[in-house]
Each structure stands twice: as C-alpha cells, then as structure tokens.
C-alpha cells in the first residue's frame, strides 16, 4: 500500500493549488458491488470455503483543467471492502498529480500516475512503469499509482518521455484465505532487496514513440527494480509456510509494434532484461482480424492470435540472508492465445471477449470470459469467467485449477 505521508501529500496538492472559482473541474464517481463465486473447492490449508465472495468498490476521479490548458490536477482514490481476504480490502491513491503543459512542446508531470506502454492483447511485456495489483486479479491487468516526474518531449519526428520513480512499491498477493494464490502465502512483511537496493531507491526510464506511415513504434529502456519478485522460502522453519518476496535491479530495453493495414492489426512486443540471473528475452506476437457489420447487422467481431515466449532461467539459487530463492514464475514460456471480441455498437456499448491460453508443450488452458453492457445512464453490468483446463502437474496454473469462478459485478456512476 501507497505510503500514507506520500497519499496525503499527493492529495493536499491536488486541492490546495487548484483555484476553486477558474478553469473547468470534471468528477465522475463510481460505486461497485461484486460478487465472485467459485465453482470448486479449495485445496490449500487456510482458503475459505465460501462459494461466494462480496465485495464493495469505490472511485473517484476528479480533474481540474485551467482555462488555458496549461495546468492540470488530476486525484484518483480507490477503496476495496471484501468480506473474506484481508489483503483484498484497502485503499489506494491510483493518481494523484500536478501536469504542467508549456506553449510550446514539452511537459511535465509531478506526483502519483499511471502510464501504459503496450499492444499485444494477452500479455504486456513492456509495461514496466506500475507495479500490479494481484489482490484485485491474476491478469497483471490491474496497477497501483506509481510516484513519478514525467518529462515529456513532443516533436514532428516523435514523442520522449523521461521518467524519474523515487519510491518502489511491493506488488500485492491475496492473503491466507483468499483463492487465486499459490500454496505458500505470500508474506508481504518479508520484503527484500537484492545487492543494498532499498524501497526509496530511485529508477529511471525513457521511452521514444511515434508512428510511420502503418507502423506505430515504441522503443523503452528502463533501469530500476523489478516489478516482478523472486519467490523465496525460509531455511529455518516458521509457523507457517509462506513465500518472502526478493527484488532485484535490472535493465531491461523493450520493443512495441503495430502494423496497421485494412482490417488487421499486426502486433508484437519484446523484452531484453538483464538482472535476474542471465540475461533473457520474451516475446509476444500476433493479429487482430476485424469483420465488420457482420450479419448485417452493427455487430465487429476481431478474431485475436497470439503466441508467447520467455526465456528466463527457473533455476534454484541459493542467496544470502537464510533464503532460498528461484527466478520469477514464467507463466508463459511457450504458449499460443486465441480469442475473439465482439462489439455490439449499440447504446448500452455492449461488448465480450472470449479467448484460452494454451500451454504448447502441456496443453494446460486458462480460459477467460469478460463482458461488459451499460444499463441506463448510470449503471453498468459486467460478467467475468476465469477456467483452468486439463492443467499439468508442474504447470504454473496448477496453484489455480480449482479456482474456477464467475465474477458478477454492478457499478453506479455519479
């Protein structure tokens, strides 16, 4: 969780310097009911039994613009109240920054923010700025706010942003009740980092972007601590089995493209990272097919393909301080995603995307299901399905094979 200090400083900018009575404020608020329910069991000692797990949302976002576009304060809380995993229920500042835009071709940010680099639909292997919000869901989709400078630098020939990150945070795990979690519990007190590295240690990035003719290109560089731990387990023995988490400092340079032509988007993302043990690559792949207006009706259908690739080591090492540790899970090593998504255009914005990842060499499948319709001016409605299919053994998706669960959720807009 974000530094309480940090929280409140991020906030008391965002309303002190926003003159109350000039410029333009917009606030959207969003109140969610969820329920996820699991089809299955449990199999590890300490998950609750429940079939149905609630929970209560709330968001705000709240934007001030000046009149003439040149300042900006943008504060963005988040708040979970679940009623089984501790761990679920606390509050986040998801953004909360000052941007200052010149006349002439450059920015600057200051506070808490969230960035996306990315194209591929499966997995984003560039996205590196934010750390992930495991607690809310296993699809590294959701992200915590990130405390940054961000220099951006936009020219004719292309777009440089700059990024100074004074303050690392610990990526999230469900607790001992939760499901979707591995058969160790993550002990979010044991927090280590490799070679003297510290949590207020700065990392920098850069990221060049533009686009050529049908081509979109993003070429990124970072150098800081992971976002991705190591997983490690205690020599001596302690009341209860859990993982301590282990960050290392590495480079890592990234590559995104999408060729764009007629109906098709061509899409790929790669990796070179250098810090966590040898040096590796992973790559992500594929297309997005469109058919428009199919039967004659409003209705585009994408048909997705992607295949994904990681290279890492997963060989035990022994590290200092009474640990043993292991390369970060490659959840991906040699897989193939397939998926389709289907936009009604209609009033209610309906859409569904359905789509499996297989595992190429086991056949282990997560199959996912995610639909979403407004109802009205102010609600929407969204479905979630998540199912692990004929999972190996020795696959990482084994931990959730039991996790089968449907996710039903309502929101309210003010």
């Given at each position: 969780?974000?530094?309480?200090?940090?929280?409140?400083?991020?906030?008391?900018?965002?309303?002190?310097?926003?003159?109350?009575?000039?410029g333009?404020?917009?606030?959207?608020?969003?109140?969610?009911?969820?329920?996820?329910?699991?089809?299955?069991?449990?199999?590890?000692?300490?998950?609750?039994?429940?079939?149905?797990?609630?929970?209560?949302?709330?968001?705000?976002?709240?934007?001030?613009?000046?009149?003439?576009?040149?300042?900006?304060?943008?504060?963005?809380?988040?708040v979970?109240?679940?009623?089984?995993?501790?761990?679920?229920?606390?509050?986040?500042?998801?953004?909360?920054?000052?941007?200052?835009?010149?006349?002439?071709?450059?920015?600057?940010?200051?506070?808490v923010?969230?960035?996306?680099?990315?194209?591929?639909?499966?997995?984003?292997?560039?996205?590196?700025?934010?750390?992930t919000?495991?607690?809310?869901?296993?699809?590294?989709?959701?992200?915590?706010?990130?405390?940054?400078?961000?220099?951006?630098?936009?020219?004719?020939?292309?777009?440089?942003?700059f990024?100074?990150?004074?303050?690392?945070?610990?990526?999230?795990?469900?607790?001992?009740?939760?499901?979707?979690?591995?058969?160790?519990?993550?002990?979010?007190?044991?927090?280590?980092?490799?070679?003297?590295?510290?949590?207020?240690?700065?990392?920098?990035?850069?990221?060049?972007?533009?686009?050529?003719?049908?081509?979109?290109?993003?070429?990124?560089l970072?150098?800081?601590?992971?976002?991705?731990?190591?997983?490690?387990?205690?020599?001596?023995?302690?009341?209860?089995?859990?993982?301590?988490?282990?960050?290392?400092?590495?480079?890592?340079?990234?590559?995104?493209?999408?060729?764009?032509?007629?109906?098709?988007?061509?899409?790929?993302?790669?990796?070179?990272?250098?810090?966590?043990?040898?040096?590796?690559?992973?790559?992500?792949?594929?297309?997005?097919?469109?058919?428009?207006?199919?039967?004659?009706?409003?209705w585009?259908?994408?048909?997705?393909?992607?295949?994904?690739?990681?290279?890492?080591?997963?060989?035990?090492?022994?590290?200092?301080?009474?640990?043993?540790?292991?390369?970060?899970f490659?959840?991906?090593?040699?897989?193939?995603?397939?998926?389709?998504?289907?936009?009604?255009?209609?009033?209610?914005?309906t859409?569904?995307?359905?789509?499996?990842?297989?595992?190429?060499?086991?056949?282990?499948?997560?199959?996912?299901?995610?639909?979403?319709?407004?109802?009205?001016?102010s609600?929407?409605?969204e479905?979630?399905?998540?199912l692990?299919?004929?999972?190996?053994?020795?696959?990482?998706?084994?931990?959730?094979?039991?996790?089968?669960?449907?996710?039903?959720?309502?929101?309210?807009?003010?």
């Amino acid at each position: 969780m974000l530094n309480k200090h940090l929280a409140f400083a991020a906030s008391l900018l965002a309303f002190s310097w926003a003159p109350a009575t000039a410029g333009e404020w917009e606030t959207t608020t969003e109140i969610g009911v969820e329920a996820r329910i699991f089809l299955n069991d449990p199999i590890f000692p300490g998950q609750s039994d429940d079939t149905v797990q609630p929970s209560l949302t709330f968001q705000s976002d709240i934007r001030w613009r000046s009149d003439d576009g040149k300042h900006e304060f943008v504060f963005v809380p988040y708040v979970r109240a679940d009623s089984v995993d501790d761990q679920r229920t606390r509050a986040d500042l998801r953004e909360g920054y000052y941007r200052y835009v010149s006349d002439g071709d450059w920015s600057l940010l200051a506070g808490v923010a969230k960035v996306f680099w990315g194209t591929t639909e499966s997995r984003h292997l560039v996205d590196i700025i934010n750390q992930t919000d495991a607690v809310e869901d296993i699809d590294e989709e959701d992200k915590l706010g990130q405390p940054m400078l961000m220099l951006s630098w936009l020219k004719d020939w292309g777009q440089v942003d700059f990024f100074v990150l004074p303050y690392f945070r610990d990526r999230t795990f469900p607790g001992v009740e939760g499901r979707l979690r591995t058969p160790l519990v993550v002990n979010e007190e044991q927090v280590f980092f490799s070679d003297d590295e510290k949590r207020d240690v700065i990392d920098y990035a850069v990221r060049y972007s533009h686009y050529f003719g049908d081509w979109d290109v993003g070429v990124s560089l970072f150098n800081g601590v992971s976002r991705e731990p190591r997983f490690v387990t205690p020599l001596t023995t302690t009341t209860t089995p859990e993982f301590f988490q282990l960050y290392d400092r590495i480079t890592q340079a990234g590559l995104d493209l999408q060729y764009t032509k007629d109906a098709w988007l061509w899409k790929f993302e790669g990796i070179v990272r250098e810090g966590q043990g040898d040096t590796y690559t992973a790559a992500v792949a594929g297309f997005e097919y469109t058919l428009y207006q199919i039967f004659e009706k409003p209705w585009d259908l994408g048909l997705l393909g992607e295949y994904l690739y990681d290279g890492r080591d997963e060989d035990i090492v022994l590290v200092e301080q009474g640990v043993t540790t292991a390369a970060p899970f490659a959840a991906f090593e040699n897989d193939v995603f397939a998926g389709a998504r289907l936009a009604l255009n209609d009033i209610q914005d309906t859409s569904i995307l359905a789509g499996a990842i297989v595992d190429a060499e086991d056949s282990s499948t997560a199959m996912l299901l995610e639909a979403e319709r407004r109802l009205g001016q102010s609600w929407t409605l969204e479905l979630e399905s998540r199912l692990f299919l004929n999972v190996d053994d020795e696959n990482i998706f084994a931990a959730f094979e039991e996790d089968d669960f449907l996710n039903i959720r309502l929101a309210k807009y003010f």
